[in-house]
Structures are given as C-alpha cells and as structure tokens.
C-alpha cells in the first residue's frame, strides 16, 4: 500500500510552465513504475505520461511530446511532471498513479488507467489562452 501526495498545479497562461509533484508515503516510491493521466470537465480519464522505477524509460502522450517531461527522484520518493508551453487543451485535473503489475527496473509504466493501484488526490491545472 501507498499514498501519494500531490502539489504544483495551478493557473497559467498559454505558452507558460508549471510543475507537478506526487510524493510516496511511506517511503516505497522506487518499488512502482509512475505515471500521470489528466480528465478534463466530461471527459475520460487520459494517459499523459509513464515511468519506469529506473526513470531511464519513459513514455508520453502524442499530445504533449516536446512539451512535457516526466521524472523521478527515487531518493526524495518523488515523481515530477514538468509542462511547459502549456496550451488551455491541457486544463484539467492531473493524477499521479503507482503501476500495480510489478514492472522491471527498466519497464515504464502502463498506458491505461486500469494498470494502476494507487492514485494520489489530483491536482487543478488551468491554461487561459
């Protein structure tokens, strides 16, 4: 079992930056590949980014390619979510996840929401154009 916590987010304008965080309680963050999903008002749940537990593999949504990068910091139990040039399609409330399969070292996180065991509280991201 794991809790993440959430913080970052926010307001900003089109073409700015904003940084998410999930930080892992009790310490186990490093035993899960990540990943982070975004929902917007009415719609499904969407895959943004994943993570593997060595953060050397990643993945992100066609989306957001170029734009946002996801890390880890396995010694903080944190994962980030960096999102620049934002654009207001990107408005929605972000989740971090914990992969439940029990991935390689090496292997990123799943691209469907089902993949996932934990999910932290969600964050507020908003883009005015």
């Known amino acids: 079992q794991v809790q993440l916590v959430q913080s970052g987010g926010g307001m900003a304008q089109a073409g700015g930056s904003l940084r998410l965080s999930c930080t892992a309680s009790p310490r186990t963050i490093s035993n899960y590949a990540m990943g982070w999903f975004r929902q917007a008002p009415g719609r499904e749940r969407e895959f943004v980014a994943a993570i593997s537990k060595s953060g050397g593999a990643t993945d992100l949504h066609d989306s957001v390619k170029g734009r946002f990068t996801i890390s880890r910091a396995n010694a903080l139990d944190t994962v980030y979510l960096q999102m620049n040039n934002l654009k207001p399609e990107d408005t929605a409330v972000y989740f971090c996840?914990?992969?439940?399969?029990?991935?390689?070292?090496?292997?990123?996180?799943?691209?469907?929401?089902?993949?996932?065991?934990?999910w932290g509280q969600g964050t507020q991201v908003f883009v005015s154009s």
């Open positions: 996840a914990a992969d439940g399969r029990g991935r390689s070292w090496y292997t990123r996180g799943g691209l469907t929401a089902s993949e996932y065991a934990f």
